[in-house]
Each structure stands twice: as C-alpha cells, then as structure tokens.
C-alpha cells in the first residue's frame, strides 16, 4: 500500500506517489496529503480575532481545542463566496516552526480521497522568477483532470499566518 509521503531535495519539495484528499475552491481541485488530514466538518461558528490578516477567519473550540481557521479562498485570492451546505473546514495538521499544531481551512467542498501513483504526478510548471509555486508539491494527472496538489506547511505556516502584531 503506498501512502503520501513528500520528498525534500535542498530547497525543492515534490508530491509523491500516495492517497491525497481532495477539495474545490471554485472551479479548480486541490489536494492534500490525506496523512496530513484530521477530520473534516461542517462550518460552525468562528471566533474573529482582532488585527489578524485577512485571510484568517479566526479560532474554533473544537472539542475543547481551540484551532484556527484559514479561509483558502482568501489566502489564494480567490473572490468570496457565500457558504453552501457543501462548504466545510478541513482539520489538518501543519508544522509552524518547531511546533506541529492543528488548523482548519475552509473550502467550497470536499471531493474524494484519491490514489495517485508516481506516473500521474507532474512536477510545478515554472512560471518565471516573479512567480512564488514553492507552496506547490506537483499536479496531478488523475481521472482526466488536473490536480493542484499543496504543501500545506507552506501554504498556511511560512508566512506568517497567525503571527499577531504586539499591542
């Protein structure tokens, strides 16, 4: 059984063969490595928390933890969308600095938990020097479409998602 397993050659990091869970924002589909993955649940109420960016809707008590919540619509910038009964937050695990924490991130919809073997993999297309993709592990070439497979710890953990201004 292969499982989701991510490369690192000096600066560059490659999606691998593995199981990727995968979701929409509009009309594209992304996927994560299912590993990475808590749980998915509906979109319940989010506390707002001041002076944080705009992509950050604020915090959950899930179950008693309190995680924050990204809006990848925002974050990619994506226009805004009214939520649907299909809207939900993916639970994942992310590594900011040392520390691994949990974050959700909301998304249009949750499509299915895909195989994708090494063959339907492509590496990110270079779209010159002005354009960062390192947030990028690969495409994938799965059921006729195309696949934006994210490295989650740079898509929410190396910018400085949550880091709050000292008042």
């Known amino acids: 059984m292969e499982t989701a397993v991510i490369r690192e050659d000096a600066d560059t990091r490659t999606a691998s063969a593995g199981k990727y869970l995968t979701f929409t924002l509009g009309r594209e589909e992304y996927g ?13 109420d989010i506390t707002q928390v001041p002076q944080v960016p705009e ?4 915090v959950i008590n899930l179950r008693g933890k309190v995680i924050p919540v990204i809006d990848l619509r925002r974050k990619f910038g994506l226009a805004r969308r009214e939520n649907t009964e299909q809207t939900c937050i993916i639970v994942a695990d992310v590594n900011l600095d040392a520390a691994k924490v949990m974050m959700g991130m909301v998304v249009d919809s949750v499509s299915e938990v895909v195989n994708v073997t090494t063959a339907e993999i492509d590496e990110t297309p270079d779209f010159g020097a ?5 947030y ?3 495409l994938a070439k799965v059921k006729g479409t195309v696949k934006i497979l994210l490295d989650l710890d740079r898509v929410l953990g190396s910018d400085g998602t949550l880091e709050l ?3």
């Open 130 to 134: 002005q354009i960062n993709t390192n």
């Open 165 to 167: 201004p000292s008042l």
């Open 32 to 44: 994560l490595p299912v590993l990475n993955v808590r749980e998915i649940i509906k979109v319940m």
């Open 55 to 58: 992509h950050v809707l604020g």
């Open 136 to 138: 990028l592990l690969g």
